[in-house]
T-cell receptor, first 113, second 115 residues
Framework: GENVEQHPSTLSVQEGDSAVIKCTYSDSASNYFPWYKQELGKGPQLIIDIRSNVGEKKDQRIAVTLNKTAKHFSLHITETQPEDSAVYFCAANIRSAGNKLTFGGGTRVLVKP | NAGVMQNPRHLVRRRGQEARLRCSPMKGHSHVYWYRQLPEEGLKFMVYLQKENIIDESGMPKERFSAEFPKEGPSILRIQQVVRGDSAAYFC?????????????FGDGTRLSIL
């Protein structure tokens, strides 16, 4: 089955700096890679996703890159703000099983003002 | 513009009791997924349902756990004879179809505590 590894597990950055989170996946058939932000006491919120037919996608301060050959994808947050503090999860779909997602272990991001 | 609705938000049960968790998908979504999250961990897939059908229950324990998504009403995750190890946050997500690149949108979860 699919296995998704996520690093780092914690990340502390100064406000205004960039944050980068990296994930690797094992199933070369995966073609959909969403990123979720989870705040305390809330459910995961979809912040950006990328499909395997593109290598990069950007939405304001958030960007995601995908390297299919190396089977890894990354989340980049620029000009970080205190409200970016949360736990971020990457995920990959399992094509052989509908839209089931396998999640990484999460990255706790702390943006220090 | 209601999102995925889960209730209750918090549920406390004693060992041996039954827990029922409900999930109403986003409007227009007919596919529901249940995930479980232990503290400080990621989400683990449990079961995937369409209306009146269980498509994939490979992540759900064989005993005590069951799920349904009837033609009318919310999806229900049922845990019988709960044990301490069932304490976790249970999240429901929905998508408009089962295609592999359809976004899944999550509810705010039910936090189950077993005394």
């Amino acid at each position: 089955g699919e296995n998704v590894e996520q690093h780092p597990s914690t990340l502390s950055v100064q406000e205004g700096d960039s944050a980068v989170i990296k994930c690797t996946y094992s199933d070369s058939a995966s073609n959909y890679f969403p990123w979720y932000k989870q705040e305390l006491g809330k459910g995961p919120q979809l912040i950006i996703d990328i499909r395997s037919n593109v290598g990069e996608k950007k939405d304001q301060r958030i960007a995601v890159t995908l390297n299919k050959t190396a089977k890894h994808f990354s989340l980049h947050i620029t000009e970080t703000q205190p409200e970016d503090s949360a736990v971020y999860f990457c995920a990959a779909n399992i094509r052989s099983a509908g839209n089931k997602l396998t999640f990484g272990g999460g990255t706790r991001v702390l943006v220090k003002p | 513009n209601a999102g995925v609705m889960q209730n209750p938000r918090h549920l406390v049960r004693r060992r041996g009791q039954e827990a029922r968790l409900r999930c109403s998908p986003m409007k227009g979504h007919s596919h529901v997924y249940w995930y479980r999250q232990l503290p400080e961990e990621g989400l683990k897939f449990m079961v995937y349902l369409q209306k009146e059908n269980i498509i994939d229950e490979s992540g759900m324990p064989k005993e005590r756990f069951s799920a349904e998504f009837p033609k009318e009403g919310p999806s229900i995750l049922r845990i019988q004879q709960v044990v301490r190890g069932d304490s976790a946050a249970y999240f429901c997500a929905s998508s408009p179809s089962g295609e592999g690149s359809q976004p899944q949108h999550f509810g705010d979860g039910t936090r189950l505590s077993i005394l």
